[in-house]
């Protein structure tokens, strides 16, 4: 067979080089030597073929194809390294011979982890996916919706797709990005379940519109990029992305990929269920105006203009509703983008990177309500007490002196610091409550949140880590009284000032909430604990600790499913 030239390729050719090729006295590689695993220490060459109706490469599958699309003419070429770029080349789901490298460049708490799916499938959560062309972004996208099957994808690149080819236009991106939003946003009006938004996003500007369309719906984000090896390797990267990016542009957006380190990081509520949270903030304070005349007298000497409180105005005028964002969270650190002091570090923790969009089960076991704040307190299990990071409750566990007094007013209060604490015996005595209620068991802890939810099942906290977190040595000296009554209070404990806002006064912070917990924490420290020092109230009782600290004791704690995210 007389042959005049060897065909040979690299990774730099383009299909109309190749076709080219194939009809000026070039030979075509056989596609049975790609395929098998006998590959000989040189290609095997057909013979001369002058004419050619379809090169036979286009009929390869997607992975050998791209190595022919990718390919010129040079002197030789190894067996070995056909090998390693069809290996490379192969990074979709679907492939057997790379399916465990795929899976573990996938592998997220949201894409396995059985409780996180099912709390996904069940709320409204915006997928962030950034990542440069080739990094795997587009594989990523396919599997979250794979396992999310009514998700929608939002992307700038389906904007200069023309009968399924790819024809990108510079002076058309803004429009692409324009349209983009626009279909984001109508997924979130239609109140879609999971959204996706599909784009490079290479700075923290390109994805604040996104941000925003989040908050304003009430959605939940998750930033997330493909753990690929080479996501940041510039020329792996333009020889892997599938829209011909030269490698000088894609070196300058390697150069100009940002780290996305949000406002604070934090376990996060659904929209239903910060519903039913904040119904049930609003109901207690009600009752508590009610019940303690001292409280609500406090409170309308420092909103004079207030004059209806029964029918539940106050909470509406005392705390302003926002009438945009309604879900609530509990912080784990404020991180202020990297900005606040160890911020960064925090960010950067392998346990934080680990648990990052992750379903955690937290314990709600009370309530508090100031002159200030309106806050749930929540008891945090062990995996999620590692994240855990308060700056307040770090300062005073630093504190060599006790408190003055059982309240420390802060510095942010608008109101005037209480001359003494005033007797919670000084409301109205009531007969005696009867003992302690027992816990609720862990697997009937739900029963109306369920109701409320509309179907909505919450997921139980095993009980052998329910035992681990709430083992207590009731005889020992150092456990305070009130723990003795309610075993989840637990004044003297880390991670006491975990809790979720539910309210404010004008012109004050939600970081005041912790404070003014970490106040009660104080007060209940060194105060006794009886039963007839506790009112009955609905679900739970009552104390009255000064005319603008009142505290919600729940019999039956609830379990509930937040997610660990941060808020851009």
């Given at each position: ?144 919706q794979s396992i999310y099957h ?7 690149d389906n904007y200069f797709m ?30 879609r379940n999971v959204v996706i ?372």
């Open positions: 067979m007389a042959l005049s030239h060897i065909v040979v390729f690299n990774l730099t050719c383009s299909p109309e080089e190749i076709i080219l090729s194939s009809t000026v006295n070039c030979k075509i590689l056989e596609p049975m030597s790609l395929a098998t695993n006998s590959f000989s220490s040189s290609m095997q060459i057909l013979e001369n073929k002058n004419v050619t109706p379809r090169p036979r490469w286009l009929d390869l599958p997607k992975a050998i194809s791209k190595f022919f699309l990718r390919n010129r003419l040079v002197d030789t070429v190894d067996c070995k390294e056909v090998q390693e770029i069809m290996a490379k080349s192969s990074t979709t789901p679907q492939s057997s011979a790379n399916s465990n490298i795929v899976a573990e460049w996938m592998r997220f708490p949201f894409t396995e982890d059985k409780q996180t799916l099912k709390f996904i499938k069940e709320s409204k959560i915006m997928f962030v996916i950034r990542g440069l062309s080739g990094s795997g972004k587009s594989t990523l996208v396919r599997h979250l009514d998700s929608i994808v939002c992307s700038a023309k009968d399924g080819i790819y024809c990108f236009d510079q002076e058309k991106l803004s429009s692409a990005h324009e349209h983009c939003q626009e279909l984001a946003k109508k997924a979130c009006i239609e109140n938004i599909d784009n490079t996003n290479v700075r923290y500007w390109e994805a604040k519109p996104y941000f925003i369309l989040a908050s304003n719906y009430n959605y939940i984000n998750i930033v997330a990029s493909p753990n690929t090896p080479w996501k940041l390797d510039a020329k792996e990267l333009s020889q892997r992305n599938k829209h011909d990016v030269d490698l000088i542009t894609i070196k300058r957006k390697v150069s100009s990929f940002e780290d996305f380190i949000p406002f604070y990081y934090g376990w996060f509520v659904n929209e239903q269920l910060s519903a039913r949270l904040l119904s049930m903030g609003r109901d207690y304070f009600k009752e508590c105006t009610e019940l303690y005349p001292l409280f609500r007298q406090h409170l309308e000497t420092l909103c004079p203009d207030i004059t209806v409180i029964s029918d539940g105005n106050l909470i509406k005028d005392y705390f302003p509703e926002d009438l945009k964002r309604k879900i609530v969270h509990c912080t784990s650190r404020y991180v202020g983008k990297g900005r606040a002091e160890g911020g960064k570090e925090y960010h950067q923790k392998e346990d934080v990177q680990k648990s990052y969009g992750k379903v955690f089960i937290v314990t709600l076991y009370g309530f508090i309500i100031t002159d200030k704040t309106l806050g749930a307190r929540i008891h945090l299990p062990q995996e999620a007490l590692v994240l855990f990071d308060n700056p307040e409750e770090r300062q005073r566990d630093m504190a060599s002196s006790p408190l003055k007094s059982p309240v420390s007013p802060s510095k942010t209060s608008r109101h005037s610091p209480l001359k003494s604490p005033v007797s919670p015996r000084k409301t109205p005595k009531r007969s005696p409550l009867k003992p302690q209620v027992p816990l609720r068991k862990p697997s009937d802890a739900n029963a109306n949140f369920d109701e409320c939810i509309r179907g909505i099942s919450l997921l139980k906290t095993p009980s052998s880590q329910a035992k681990d977190d709430l083992s207590l040595k009731s005889e020992s000296k150092d456990v305070a009284a009130i723990t003795k009554l309610f075993p989840f209070v637990r004044p003297k404990s880390r991670g006491r000032a975990a809790h979720m806002t539910l309210g404010t006064a004008d012109k004050i912070q939600s970081k005041q909430t912790a404070i003014d917990l970490l106040d009660i924490c104080d007060i209940e420290k060194s105060s006794p604990a009886i039963p007839q020092d506790f009112e009955r109230v609905k679900e739970g009782k009552s104390r009255l600790y000064d005319d603008s600290h009142c505290c919600i004791y729940l019999d039956k704690p609830y379990n509930i499913p937040v997610l660990f995210t941060g808020s851009y």
